[in-house]
């Protein structure tokens, strides 16, 4: 079946540092591919998303990009704030419902 | 944005009872609503999908009847954890989807969470 493999956690940062976390999936045809963010004490938030291969999704900063020939959807931010520590879940869509990856923890330091 | 809550966000139960734990879709109405479980560093685990008006449909391992799901109305679905036992404990997120048109319309929008703890 389908699924998604994300890097393990934490991933620890100093402010302004670059982050990556790295997502791939394996899927049957084409889905759409999300990442969801969790703050402390909060339910997840859609992040970004990507419908099609090559496209990119962006929100406040964050950027990843839909590849279909590495079956990859990395998450990108070019300088990370304090702020931005948090639980992040890549996740794909299936007919009727998402598949999630394990989730990876950024803590970021001052 | 849609907003989903879910009540309580923390219960303590003794063994063998049940708990009842509510997830509302605040500014929206809420065609389908999901269940999911998560463990300590492990992903959500879709439990069961539920339509507005008809019986949730279950993910396989899921027991129906241990975890009964009613969405009575488009802005309420409840689980209700049924003869609760230790291995239950776990955090439950609800997630809402809307209709036909609207912010919501074929997005999740999740609840914050409730954490389950069985003694």
């Known amino acids: 079946g389908n699924s998604v493999t994300q890097m393990e956690g934490p991933v620890t940062l100093s402010e302004e540092a670059f982050l990556t976390i790295n997502c791939t999936y394996t899927?049957?045809?084409?889905?759409?591919l999300f990442w969801y963010v969790q703050y402390p004490g909060e339910g997840l938030q859609l992040l970004l998303k990507?419908?099609?291969?090559?496209d990119k999704g962006s929100n406040k900063g964050f950027e990843a990009t839909y590849r279909k020939e590495t079956t990859s959807f990395h998450l990108e931010k070019g300088s990370v704030q304090v702020s931005d520590s948090a639980v992040y879940f890549c996740a794909l869509s299936e007919p009727g419902k998402l598949i999630f990856g394990q989730g990876t923890t950024l803590q970021v330091k001052p | 944005g849609a907003v989903v809550s879910q009540h309580p966000s923390w219960v303590i139960c003794k063994s063998g009872t049940s708990v009842k734990i509510e997830c509302r879709s605040l500014d929206f109405q809420a065609t389908t609503m999901f269940w999911y479980r998560q463990f300590p560093k492990q992903s959500l685990m879709l439990m069961a999908t539920?339509?507005?008006?008809?019986?949730?449909?279950?993910e396989q391992g899921v027991e129906k009847d241990k975890f009964l799901i009613n969405h009575a109305s488009l802005t309420l679905s409840t689980l209700t954890v049924t003869s609760a036992h230790p291995e239950d404990s776990s955090f439950y997120i609800c997630s809402a989807r809307g209709g036909t048109s609207g912010t919501a319309y074929n997005e999740q929008f999740f609840g914050p969470g409730t954490r389950l703890t069985v003694l």
């Open positions: 899927a049957t045809g084409y889905p759409s």
């Open positions: 539920s339509n507005e008006g008809s019986k949730a449909t279950y």
């Open positions: 990507a419908t099609k291969a090559d």
